[in-house]
Antibody, heavy 125, light 110 residues
């Protein structure tokens, strides 16, 4: 079955750290360009960042509000995407989704195709 | 990067058609044909409904269609059904090598 499963969400104090994981199955993860998207409680969606496949250079891009604090990485041998979150702020409280960039025959469509169920991160003292 | 502008809510009766607008700038919606639309039911993950402005992924009903004119994209849902009631988000690739979402539109089927 094609799926993404996020884990690692928790309650953390401001200034703290957390690492989220996203386990992929049912497709060739190493070819996937992966994104993190978050959604604060009762709010809309916000793009966090993207990592390309290693064959496409492994380039990583981040949204301005998280640059320098959140780090995306991947382990293709374990079919897993990561989001290392440091210096957390209360405004980082959200459900974090991992999602794939839609791809067909090597063409990437800048569209968020397969989504996980999300993992909740709460930053509060 | 500012969020794209969507109406907060729209409504329609079963069988009717509705259109949701999504306004950006020449740096996002107007500058690229990478506008996408997502449907999100309460407590669920978003679902891709439209990509590349007008294209539907396999399995998405042809009652959903997308278009764009200048800096404004639109999602039209025809033949409204009860299960269409959800939140809808537009998104666009931007010139900053980033993606921006709209604030979301709550669709109510009367």
């Amino acid at each position: 079955e094609v799926q993404l499963v996020e884990s690692g969400g928790d309650l953390v104090e401001p200034g703290g750290s957390l690492r989220l994981s996203c386990a992929a199955s049912g497709f060739t993860f190493s070819n996937a360009w992966m994104h993190w998207v978050r959604q604060a409680p009762g709010k809309g969606l916000e793009w966090v960042g993207r990592i390309k496949s290693k064959t496409n250079g492994g380039t990583i891009d981040y949204a301005a509000p998280v640059k320098g604090r959140l780090t995306i990485s991947r382990d293709d041998s374990k079919n897993t995407l990561f989001l290392q979150m440091n210096s957390l702020k209360t405004e980082d409280t959200a459900v974090y989704y991992c999602t794939t960039d839609k791809v067909n025959s090597g063409t990437y469509y800048n569209a968020f195709d397969l989504w996980g169920q999300g993992t909740m991160v709460t930053v509060s003292s | 990067q500012s969020a794209l502008t969507q109406p907060a809510s729209v409504s329609g009766s079963p069988g009717q058609s509705i259109t949701i607008s999504c306004t950006g700038t020449s740096s996002d919606v107007g500058g690229y044909n990478y506008v996408t639309w997502y449907q999100q039911h309460p407590g669920k993950a978003p679902k891709l409904m439209i990509y590349d402005v007008t294209n539907r992924p396999s399995g998405v009903s042809n009652r959903f269609s997308g278009s764009k004119s200048g800096n404004t994209a639109s999602l039209t849902i025809s033949g409204l059904q009860a299960e269409d009631e959800a939140d809808y988000y537009c998104s666009s690739y931007t010139s900053s090598t980033a993606w921006v979402f709209g604030g979301g539109t709550r669709l109510t089927v009367l």
